[in-house]
């Protein structure tokens, strides 16, 4: 089970062309703060996005969906609330549709990118699975 302190290293190890940028940020705040540095892997994947490298957000997006099917509860929400509500934010703030990172989620990914979706919608409540094996 992949506990908190995972939780960047493998969001890296999947995109590592934000190793500098999490690096600086690092720099700035610390790590402790990694819901911070999930705003900006999310503007991160907005600019590979506006770059053409795909292949860089489908390693990203396997990499949410192992956080949110291997994590432990901590690691799910954050995966939720830290990256892929992060990634709605970052984009909708563009001239980027946040729906187009959609096609690059796993099954998990998207059951959670949808229940944001409802709950900023206000359709309905954004609740936490009960086990990993749910997510």
Not at 10 to 22: I, N, Q, R, V, W
Not at 23 to 49: I, K, M, Q, S, T
Not at 96 to 105: G, K, N, Q, S
Request: charged content about 20%; some cysteine; hydrophobic content about 45%.
């Amino acid at each position: 089970m992949l506990a908190k302190q995972q939780a960047i290293p493998l969001l890296l190890e999947a995109c590592p062309s934000f190793e500098a940028e999490y690096e600086a940020h690092c720099a700035e705040c610390g790590n402790d703060l990694p819901y911070v540095a999930a705003g900006d892997f999310a503007r991160h994947l907005l600019a590979l996005h506006q770059s053409g490298q795909l292949e860089a957000l489908s390693n990203a997006a396997r990499a949410i969906e192992r956080l949110h099917t291997e994590g432990d509860a901590w690691v799910r929400e954050f995966a939720t609330v830290g990256v892929l509500e992060a990634v709605q934010n970052a984009w909708s703030h563009s001239t980027v549709d946040p729906e187009e990172f959609v096609c690059y989620l796993g099954p998990a990914s998207k059951r959670w990118w949808q229940g944001l979706n409802n709950f900023w919608s206000g359709n309905a409540p954004l609740v936490k699975p009960p086990n990993a094996s749910d997510a």
